[in-house]
Every structure is written in C-alpha cells, then in structure tokens.
C-alpha cells in the first residue's frame, strides 16, 4: 500500500469496541503507529499526554503545546528543548487512576528517547481508544487531521471486561457515580455515541464512525471505505492482510440480557439501530 496523502488520523472508541483492528489496518496500509504500544496498539506517548481527568482543565495554551509536541514526535523528531523536556517529564510526577508514577516515568523515558522508527515521508496515526474524549479540542489544532471512531454493538461493549473508561469517564459524561457494570457500560456507550455524533456533524469529512461489525462481516468494503477517507490506495493484499487480522480475534462473549437496561439507553440504542 502507497499512502497518497500525508493525513495523520487519530482512532478512538470505548474499550472493548475493537479499535485495535483499525490499528492494525493501519499498520498495513503502511502507517508509523508510535514506538511505544501495548498489545492492543495503544499509543502511550498519546496516553502519557492525555489520559487523565485533569486535561479537561487543560488551558488552552497548555494543551496546544502538549498536543504539537505529540505532533512533533509522531512525526519523527527527536530533539526537544530543556523546557519542552520538563514539561514531559512533569506528566509522571503524580500518579493516576489507572496508570502509576513507575508507568508514567517510563512513558517519560520512551517519549524523551532520541529514537524512532519513522521512515521519512511515512504518514502518521495513532490509535489510543481515549482519544475521543478529547477530540473537539485536537481537531482546530491540526486542519489536515482525520480521525476515526470505532463504534460495537452496546451489548458486546457492555459486555467486555475492558471497562476501564467507563471508571475513568463514566462519572464526567453522565455527572454521577457510577458502579461497574453492564447497565452503568449500557449508559456509558449511549452518552459517548450521543456525544461523537455531534462531533461527526460537526467535522464532517475529517471524522468518520467506523463500525465493528462491518468491518468483520464486510473486510473488503470496508477497507474502501476507510482507505477513501484516508485517501490511501488499497490493494488486494492489504484487504487480505487484514483478513488475516480478523481470524486472531477473542471469541465474542455472550450477549447480557436487555432486562437489565435502563429504558431510555435502551430507545436510544434502537433509535441508532443497534437495537430492535
């Protein structure tokens, strides 16, 4: 695959969605994706930056300069000033929920390292599934920015075991405490996919919804799809590497019973079609 424009495109989407997939397809489409992933291919230099409550707080200023210096180094460069540096390294003074300072610090170190991977000219993108909490603010930065959110059946994500965001968000997007659960998970999905698709109106042509589904049961129209947003040529062996991806996926768990469900989540999933 020969990337024919230089867009950089972020992924997001609630965990457990899949957002991993798209990653990978990335990756085949030829995409540098950062060096310092997970198994999941989470980006952790954009985790570092930006996975905390406190960004919300952010000032503009401040998270303009986070967000070129995540730039920055997505696009190869390694060479940071003293104040750029501490700024970095003041990210793993505190832990977090979620992340602890060992964590955070190594992060530090990876971010600070003067290596990379990246060839020249390579496009960039970064798949982090938080990302979508912060998107409006990314998006004004960057005009040439696409991004790309990973949506799943609400059962299937309430499902999952991966119910990190909804402790991490759950009480910001709904205003409440929040147990962990299914019904909480239900509720969840419902506040960011109601969120999300202000933003798709919003930005249309540099965002777009990409469904999990879909991309399982429909591979190769699906890779169009997406290989024409990113304006990336897609060859017969792209599609087919990216079959391959779909034969490494867990086996999906088991459905929750709707009974459970808080009625409005519940008009509200059948409203956008994930439920009859």
Not at 35 to 45: E, F, K, P
Request: aromatic fraction near 10%; proline fraction near 5%; hydrophobic fraction near 40%.
């Amino acid at each position: 695959m020969t990337s024919n424009s230089p867009f950089p495109v972020i992924v997001g989407g609630i965990g457990g969605s899949g957002t991993r997939l798209v990653a990978g397809l990335l990756q085949i489409f030829g995409y540098y994706i950062g060096d310092d992933l997970n198994d999941s291919l989470d980006n952790h230099w954009f985790t570092l930056l930006f996975k905390r409550r406190s960004i919300l707080l952010e000032n503009d200023v401040q998270f303009h300069r986070l967000f070129s210096l995540f730039v920055s180094r997505m696009s190869g460069e390694t060479r940071l000033t003293e104040s750029e540096r501490q700024c970095i390294s003041d990210l793993a003074s505190e832990e977090r929920l979620l992340h602890d300072r060992d964590w955070l610090t190594e992060r530090v170190r990876s971010f600070l390292s003067n290596l990379t991977s990246k060839r020249p000219a390579q496009p960039w993108g970064c798949k982090e599934p938080n990302a979508h909490v912060v998107i409006e603010r990314i998006l004004p930065l960057h005009p040439d920015l696409r991004y790309i959110h990973l949506i799943r059946h609400p059962l299937d994500v309430a499902a999952s075991r991966n119910q990190n965001q909804l402790q991490l968000w759950g009480p910001v997007y709904l205003d409440r405490d929040l147990p962990r659960g299914q019904a909480a998970a239900m509720s969840y999905w419902c506040a960011v996919h109601r969120r999300m698709a202000r933003v798709m109106r919003q930005w249309p042509g540099r965002t777009m919804m990409a469904d999990f589904a879909a991309l399982t049961t429909r591979p190769a129209e699906e890779c169009g799809r997406l290989g024409t947003f990113l304006e990336a040529e897609i060859t017969g062996a792209a599609v087919t590497a990216f079959c391959a991806l779909l034969g490494e996926l867990p086996e999906r768990r088991a459905r929750p019973s709707v009974s459970q469900f808080d009625h409005e989540d519940l008009v509200y999933a059948a409203k956008v079609g994930y439920l009859p």
